[in-house]
């Protein structure tokens, strides 16, 4: 059975996207540090908690996960979880783990914050993690910040509240959503079915 860890920050109930993973017939390992053996296929950073002390933790464990980088483990960051894939953040000090380089900024002032409900997604550019996901699809979202890619060739998907940003963002076997898959019905479902695909090869 593919086995996948989720990272736990110790600040938010990852109950939901531990089933979601188990519906998609998978074993979700939930584990406050990396394990230095190769015991799971796949990584999700969730999306949970405040960039200041996430990316601190994160940054402590980073050569755990320049090893799963180098074995080609696919990960994916989720929200607070995509956003520490930057370089840095609006939301606080610290340092993210630059694996996409970019900052996170503050949504705009001109609409409600933070940004939570659903949007569509307006898909600009064909991955695996989005095989089979229509044009439009709905998904759900509960966030201030957005992350500003230096490279847009990694911008996946986009969507708009307030400003077009990147909802999803991909490079290598890197992947990240803004929105909440494991909330985000039959679209979400269907991009952890294609993320445990990829974690299966």
Excluded at 103 to 111: E, F, I, K, T
Aim: with cysteine; aromatic share 8%; glycine share 10%.
């Amino acid at each position: 059975m593919t086995r996948i860890l989720i990272l736990d920050y110790g600040v938010g109930n990852l109950f939901s996207l531990m089933s979601a993973i188990q519906r998609e017939g998978a074993e979700p390992l939930i584990r406050q540090e990396i394990p230095r053996d190769p015991c799971f296929d796949g990584l999700i950073l969730p999306g949970v908690g405040h960039f200041t002390p996430v990316s601190e933790r994160l940054r402590r464990m980073r050569s755990a996960i320049d090893e799963v980088i180098e074995r080609g483990t696919p990960i994916l960051g989720v929200c607070l979880g995509m956003q520490v894939l930057f370089n840095r953040s609006e939301e606080g000090p610290g340092q993210g783990l630059g694996l996409i380089p970019g900052a996170v900024v503050r949504l705009p002032d001109s609409v409600k914050i933070p940004h939570m409900g659903w949007n569509r997604l307006h898909l600009v550019r064909r991955s695996p993690l989005l095989d089979g996901v229509p044009q439009g699809a709905w998904v759900y979202f509960v966030h201030s910040f957005y992350p500003q890619p230096e490279d847009e060739s990694v911008v996946l998907a986009r969507a708009e509240h307030g400003v077009s940003f990147p909802a999803v963002v991909g490079r290598d076997h890197i992947f990240g959503t803004q929105f909440h898959p494991e909330k985000s019905g039959e679209a979400g479902s269907l991009m952890l079915k294609n993320f445990l695909r990829l974690c299966r090869r």
